[in-house]
Every structure is written in structure tokens, then in C-alpha cells.
T-cell receptor, first 114, second 112 residues
Framework: NAGVTQTPKFRILKIGQSMTLQCTQD?????MYWYRQDPGMGLKLIYY???????DKGEVPNGYNVSRSTTEDFPLRLELAAPSQTSVYFC?????????????FGQGTRLTVV | GDSVTQMEGPVTLSEEAFLTINCTYT??????LFWYVQYPGEGLQLLLK?????DKGSNKGFEATYRKETTSFHLEKGSVQVSDSAVYFC???????????FGAGTRLAVHP
């Protein structure tokens, strides 16, 4: 019962470095999301996807990129890391159809940019 | 656009106290409403949901009723336990925007 799997769990980056946060789900969900959660704050949507080949911006997309080449995978790319991107990142997925939409979350990636 | 507003925390209660966490929403159409819970060091997990007006979602002693007339989905529990200490998020699924929208979260601390 893997569900949504995120890697890595922790990462420290230097300013200007790049990295990719991996997210994969095995539930054949169409919808996938990337959120960031800053200390003491709620979740802010970075990007989302309604299916393979389709992505769209959320509330805070600047400094990030995504791709969705398969139903299972939805990686998040940071090109030039900045201290403002220090956060906990959550990937989620849902069927996204009908009124019983339920999102399943990964365990999160704690990223620190120094 | 669609949005969710939650009462600010933290909420601090003694064990066996009554809990209410307020949540109101703004949305076009008829969204589905959810409460998610985040225990320390973990990701979010669904606590309960309601998909239409007057529906009551319930789980683990928690309840919330979808009130369309007041656009609210308040979370309640009659007797909290220390193990309920967590952050609680109210959320809606916006069919118009095809995405989940979360409130800011309310931290609950229950002490013995």
C-alpha cells in the first residue's frame, strides 16, 4: 500500500543550486498537486495537474517548474534555490472526479536553503 | 475565487473538553468539504468529509455538518484526548478550478 511516495525526506541546498523533488503515486489518480507549508502556516498550492501532459499554476508558482509525463509521476523542479524556498513540500493526488474527491498526501520533503 | 477561512489558533484545551474549530468558505457552485488532520512530523490525512448541503461527516468522534445557508463546516468533538493534538485543516474541492483549496490550519494542543 504505497500510496503517494515523496523523495527525499530531507535536503539542504545552497543558494543557487537546483534540485528535483520526486513524487509518485500508485493509485492511478488523475489529479496531482504540489503544496508548500511554511512554519506555522497553511498549505499553499504551487502547481497542479489534471492528467498526464497537463499542468497549471497554483498560488505560488514562481521559482518552480513541474512536468507530468506519466500518470504516476509529478516531479517538482527548483532551478535556482533561494532562502525563501525553505519549507516543507507536500505532494498529493486525487481521483478528482465527482463529489467524493479525497486527496492522499505524501510524508513531505523538508527543504532548507542556506 | 474560492477560499476557506479557519479560526486562528492555537487552541489549547484540557483532556475531555469540548472542541469547536470554525471554518467558513466562499465558493461558486456546490463544493465538497473536508477536514484534514496533520499529526506532528507527518503528512495530512483525511479526517472526514461532506459532499452536499446538510451532510454530516464523522470519524473518530469528530463531526462536521455542511451548512450551505451559513457557508460553514465547523469541526466538533465532544471530549478531546491528548492524542488529538495536531493541526486541523479545513478544505474544499473546487470543481470550477479543479483543485483542492485549504484553510490556514488550526493547531490544537490538548493537555492532561
Amino acid at each position: 500500500n504505497a500510496g503517494v511516495t515523496q523523495t527525499p525526506k530531507f535536503r539542504i541546498l545552497k543558494i543557487g543550486q537546483s534540485m528535483t523533488l520526486q513524487c509518485t503515486q500508485d493509485m492511478n489518480h488523475n489529479y496531482m498537486y504540489w503544496y508548500r507549508q511554511d512554519p506555522g502556516m497553511g498549505l499553499k498550492l504551487i502547481y497542479y495537474s489534471v492528467g498526464a501532459g497537463i499542468t497549471d499554476k497554483g498560488e505560488v508558482p514562481n521559482g518552480y517548474n513541474v512536468s507530468r509525463s506519466t500518470t504516476e509521476d509529478f516531479p517538482l523542479r527548483l532551478e535556482l534555490a533561494a532562502p525563501s524556498q525553505t519549507s516543507v513540500y507536500f505532494c498529493a493526488s486525487s481521483l478528482g472526479t465527482g463529489r467524493n474527491t479525497e486527496a492522499f498526501f505524501g510524508q513531505g520533503t523538508r527543504l532548507t536553503v542556506v | 475565487g474560492d477560499s476557506v477561512t479557519q479560526m486562528e489558533g492555537p487552541v489549547t484545551l484540557s483532556e475531555e473538553a469540548f472542541l469547536t474549530i470554525n471554518c467558513t468558505y466562499t465558493a461558486t457552485g456546490y463544493p465538497s468539504l473536508f477536514w484534514y488532520v496533520q499529526y506532528p512530523g507527518e503528512g495530512l490525512q483525511l479526517l472526514l468529509k461532506a459532499t452536499k448541503a446538510d451532510d454530516k461527516g464523522s470519524n473518530k468522534g469528530f463531526e462536521a455538518t455542511y451548512r450551505k445557508e451559513t457557508t460553514s463546516f465547523h469541526l466538533e468533538k465532544g471530549s478531546v484526548q491528548v492524542s488529538d493534538s495536531a493541526v486541523y485543516f479545513c478544505a474544499l474541492f473546487s470543481g470550477g478550478y479543479n483543485k483542492l483549496i485549504f484553510g490556514a490550519g488550526t493547531r490544537l494542543a490538548v493537555h492532561p
